[in-house]
């Protein structure tokens, strides 16, 4: 019988998680539209991977995962750049009115 989920890989999952909120709480909010922009990178890269994976057609499990998959990263992609644009409008001076 074979051990899938180990104690240590528990402590890893809560430990990066634990340091990956700190550091988001940490970053100033002039680099919030660089990083969103790497995450929606990032976040397609996820969405092409879960597009060959349901492409692949394994199984059952594997076709709905990845469905799932690909329903999640489409989502993420399409907030992400939804809030990146958001972001992006705050910065934006307001032109002079023409007189």
Do not use: W
Not at 10 to 27: M, N, T
Not at 48 to 55: L, R
Request: charged letters at 10%; glycine letters at 10%.
């Amino acid at each position: 019988m074979t051990n899938v989920l180990g104690i240590s890989d528990v402590y890893l999952f809560i430990l990066a998680g634990f340091l990956g909120f700190q550091l988001i709480l940490r970053i100033p909010p002039l680099l919030h539209t660089p990083l969103m922009a790497a995450t929606n990178a990032i976040s397609g890269i996820a969405l092409v991977g879960s597009i060959v994976i349901a492409g692949q057609n394994y199984s059952l499990v594997t076709n709905l995962l990845a469905f799932i998959a690909v329903t999640c990263s489409t989502i993420n992609v399409v907030g992400g750049f939804i809030i990146t644009d958001r972001i992006l409008k705050m910065f934006k001076k307001e032109g002079k009115k023409k007189p």
